[in-house]
Nanobody, 119 residues
């Protein structure tokens, strides 16, 4: 079973940056699409970014040009660099693994890390 642990969240002013990290154990990245979702207060959890197993990298329209997802396969780490943050980015951010190419149907979740952007 895959175990995911996020870190790097915190409080930042609008316009600032944060880098989230996700440490994965229990599996390599070979069989999974990997990425980030977020859940804002009162809203449904939504996909932020995904590195598909074979179909490329995806970003939600709301974060395109500001967020960058990356991975270090040798370290079993996933990252989300978030720039030009605004209050609408405030949410709990979750790392996820989705079996195969299906970025929209996560198989494993981390526990989440809180990101709060103040205006």
């Amino acid at each position: 079973e895959v175990h995911l642990v996020e870190s790097g969240g915190g409080l930042v002013q609008a316009g600032g940056s944060l880098r989230l990290s996700c440490a994965a154990s229990g599996s390599t990245f070979d069989d999974y699409s990997i990425g980030w979702w977020r859940e804002a207060p009162g809203k449904e959890r939504e996909g932020v970014s995904c590195i598909s197993l074979s179909d490329g990298t995806y970003y939600a329209d709301s974060v395109k040009g500001r967020f960058t997802v990356s991975s270090d396969v040798a370290k079993n780490m996933l990252y989300l660099q978030m720039n030009s943050l605004n209050p609408e980015d405030t949410a709990v951010y979750y790392c996820m693994f989705a079996y195969g190419n299906d970025c929209i149907d996560p198989t494993y979740w981390g526990q989440g890390t809180q990101v709060t952007v103040s205006s």
